[in-house]
């Protein structure tokens, strides 16, 4: 069994080319206020969402 992707708060990842940084989720397993929000994620994104984060993109 592969281990996850440890996230935690402030944590950078790239997502189809564009910077995000994890934010502690709004609600509890829910992905409202995530900037991917009604987008397809991949399985690496939704692996450390369900740990209790959510994306916002990093502005430049």
């Known amino acids: 069994m592969k281990n996850r992707e440890l996230a935690y708060k402030g944590k950078y990842t790239h997502y189809k ?25 991949t399985r690496g994104v939704t692996d450390l969402c369900t740990q209790g984060f959510i994306l916002k993109k990093v502005s430049k």
């Open 17 to 41: 080319g564009k910077l995000y940084m994890l934010v502690p989720e709004l609600k509890q397993h829910m992905c409202e206020g995530c900037d991917l929000y009604s987008k397809e994620c």
